[in-house]
């Protein structure tokens, strides 16, 4: 049986990985590749929406409306993926991009769902693909309408992701799949748990001290410019305005401790009132006597929550639940990801957190190994925090 390959891999490395796959088994023929720009098509400029192609072009360019993708919004994965869809697709908009897409509203997110899911059905269908192969979970806009799409088709899926265990990956048929593992059939011995202090390679750069004082950097110089030069170059115009800005990032900087760089990846002045609200808690004083569960937020946007997340993508959700499962006497301390934007924080985030009478939100510079150390339990959606809590033995 030949197998007809669809596959999205965006790197170098799962390239070469790719071609030695196609290259070492003579029953495999690559059909269909959305990665970067020597494959068919470009994956990212669908979801920047720009007009990059692939050796094939750009999938826009001649297209009309086919019905293609009839399977999908008839089955049960439809409302679930315009979800997923739309909340990846959000990373990529004015507000979180000096090179954004142009959708502005939920009626325009649903049309370029609809146009590019129709799309992509329709290239599958073209190209009488057998099997997908994804190197790493599904969650960049056209990975996951194309995962979804093979699903409502019955095409067989492999997915391959990483792990924070050296030389070790993971390998599934589906994204539910992802650490459903037995424990009442192992496979190996059990490994004994070392609550020695863990390497946290991940945490690099990330301190837990409270040293105030630093002025603007010049990461964040050089995003304050990008955002007048690229977004608002009438502020150029407008001195006393540019300047209110500038001073109020500088006081931002002033209010968190040295590693804590609040514009180091991106400005926009959406951000400015976010920070300017969690500097309102920087003199939280932390009681470790009182009993508590510890709920350190995830960093958004990202895999972890958008696409295995599943329900709780809203962390908030999490929070609330597990507020009406605990005791009365017992706290959540709720801690920001310490490389946390404006993303999914709006007002009404902190409202709706303000609004749980149990949580306690904790200052940047709360010492993430002590708030283990004493808590009852640990409670995350998918992060790091809960294999750190289980070598602690928590």
Known sequence: MTIRLLCVSTSDNTDEILDALVRQHDNIELCLHFGNDMADFKASALSRMDTRKGQRGHLMRGQYYAGSNAELLSSELFRDTMERTVDQLYRYSEGYRYQSHNLKNLQDYKDYFYILSDLLAQQVRDEKITHALFFNVPHLVCDTILYDICKSLGIPTIILTQSIFPGKYFSMENVEDYGNFNPTNPDAAPLPIDEKDLDLFYMKNIGQAGDMGKRLSIKGWANVLAYVFMKKPSLLLKPIALMGIIKRANRIYKSFPSWRDPFSRFFHENELPYFEHLMEFEDQQIDIE??????????QPEMTTSSLGGDYRDQLLAVEKLSAILPDDVKIYVKENPKQGAYSRGPLFFYRLKR???VVFMPSHANTNTL??????VATITGTV????????K
């Not at 283990?372 to 339990?377: I, L, P, V």
């Not at 809960?386 to 033995?393: I, L």
């Open 290 to 299: 009182q009993k508590f569960v510890y709920f350190p937020l995830q960093l």
């Open 372 to 377: 283990t150390a004493h808590c009852e339990a």
């Open 386 to 393: 809960g294999w750190e809590a289980v070598r602690k033995g």
């Open 356 to 358: 749980i009478p149990n």
